[in-house]
């Protein structure tokens, strides 16, 4: 399985920026689909995901500004961040949550992270 993220960057503050994560693999089945982000010195947080049914979930901290959008024929998910703010300077990972044919149960797999850095 690999996932591959693409989109993020340097943007000032009120900017906006796309994320994009493509999968591939094997797939039985991809689940959900999303984003967390991690700055220097904390944890990995959930930002935002998508079931495979088009539920979405997203983190307080970026409702209304943030929107996760899924490809389900391409197994890619995006995600459009407006109204950025230094706060969410981070690096983002895709996360898909998927049966794999060789795999019988659900596993995480993440991708490599791209640098989101909001500029004051």
């Known amino acids: 399985v690999q996932l591959v993220e693409s989109g993020g960057g340097l943007v000032q503050t009120g900017g906006s920026l796309r994320l994009s994560c493509a999968a591939s693999?094997?797939?039985?089945?991809?689940?959900?689909m999303g984003w967390y982000r991690q700055a220097p010195g904390k944890q990995r947080d959930l930002v935002a995901d998508?079931?495979?049914?088009?539920?979405?979930d997203y983190a307080d901290s970026v409702m209304g500004r943030f929107t996760i959008t899924r490809d389900y024929a391409n197994n890619t998910v995006y995600l459009q961040m407006n109204s950025l703010k230094p706060e969410d300077t981070a690096v983002y990972y895709c996360?898909?949550?998927?049966?794999?044919?060789?795999?019988?149960?659900?596993?995480?797999?993440w991708g490599q992270g791209t640098q989101v850095t909001v500029s004051s």
């Open positions: 693999g094997r797939f039985v089945s991809v689940n959900a």
């Open positions: 998508i079931t495979r049914f088009g539920r979405t």
């Open positions: 996360n898909a949550k998927a049966v794999v044919v060789t795999t019988p149960t659900q596993v995480n797999y």
